[in-house]
């Protein structure tokens, strides 16, 4: 069997107290669905918002000075949002993963679409450089391709169009349990949070009901 899910790189959120968050060992996998709880739920959009929380010299407005403001400020100020992470593919036959790799994010996993109906390749990162090609029907997984002798995932081709379907199904029901915790967390930054969160994980607006 093949699982494919939505997976955010997590980091320990040492010393965090904005709103409750669970404890993660750092560089392990959050997947991401409407099933999280609160804990969960609150540390990914930590993640999130964290990931963005850098000084540029751009034009964005001015930092606010109060925490709150001044933590959200690279999540709703930054254009080109990062969520850290992206596709994680298990063959639970043969205990294979494919995990993305470093750099790469989940406002990429389109790319995975390039596999069915563009160019037919995509890669998702380094350290490892996992690959994924179509050959015909078939779509082969590659976990490194650095290594000669890297393990693979072989699937069908409509098989990963349905697991890229049933994925962001996942990243939608994600985003709507979001929305609902800003409303109850965020009450001020609620809807501009949901919407920078849309925008991370490269999803229309819409998702929202």
Same mark, same amino acid.
């Given at each position: 069997?093949?699982?494919?899910?939505?997976?955010?790189?997590?980091? =320990?959120?040492?010393?965090?107290?904005?709103?409750?968050?669970?404890e +993660?060992e750092?560089?392990? +996998?959050?997947?991401?669905? !409407? #099933?999280?709880g609160?804990? $969960?739920?609150? *540390?990914?959009?930590?993640?999130?918002?964290d990931? @963005? @929380? *850098?000084?540029?010299? $751009? &034009?964005?407005?001015?930092?606010? #000075?109060?925490?709150l403001?001044?933590?959200?400020h690279?999540?709703?100020?930054? /254009?080109?949002?990062? %969520?850290?992470?992206?596709l994680?593919?298990?063959?639970t036959? *043969? !205990?294979?993963?494919?995990?993305? !790799?470093?750099? @790469?994010?989940?406002?990429?996993?389109?790319?995975?679409?390039?596999?069915?109906?563009? &160019?037919g390749?995509a890669?998702?990162?380094h350290d490892?450089s996992?690959? %994924?090609?179509?050959?015909?029907?078939?779509?082969?997984l590659?976990?490194?391709?650095?290594?000669?002798?890297?393990?693979?995932?072989?699937l069908p081709?409509?098989?990963?169009?349905?697991?890229? %379907?049933?994925?962001?199904? $996942?990243?939608a029901d994600?985003?709507?349990?979001?929305?609902?915790?800003?409303?109850? /967390?965020?009450?001020? /930054?609620?809807?501009?949070v949901?919407? #920078?969160?849309? /925008? #991370?994980l @490269?999803?229309? %607006? =819409?998702?929202?009901?």
């Open positions: 069997m093949i699982v494919l899910q939505p997976v955010l790189e997590m980091c =320990s959120p040492d010393g965090f107290a904005l709103w409750p968050v669970a +993660f750092p560089y392990g +996998f959050l997947p991401l669905s !409407g #099933a999280l609160p804990a $969960d739920l609150g *540390t990914a959009i930590m993640r999130i918002a990931c @963005n @929380n *850098t000084e540029t010299d $751009d &034009d964005r407005p001015p930092r606010p #000075a109060d925490p403001g001044s933590f959200l690279g999540l709703l100020t930054t /254009h080109d949002l990062f %969520a850290p992470g992206g994680r593919v298990t063959d036959t *043969t !205990g294979t993963t494919l995990l993305p !790799g470093c750099c @790469n994010g989940l406002e990429e996993w389109r790319d995975w679409l390039e596999v069915l109906d563009g &160019d390749w890669s998702f990162g490892p996992p690959l %994924a090609e179509r050959f015909g029907d078939t779509v082969r590659t976990v490194d391709a650095e290594q000669d002798d890297s393990p693979v995932i072989e081709l409509s098989e990963l169009r349905r697991l890229l %379907a049933a994925a962001e199904r $996942d990243m994600f985003l709507q349990l979001a929305a609902d915790w800003a409303a109850q /967390h965020l009450p001020d /930054h609620a809807a501009s949901t919407a #920078a969160l849309a /925008h #991370a @490269n999803l229309p %607006a =819409s998702s929202v009901c």
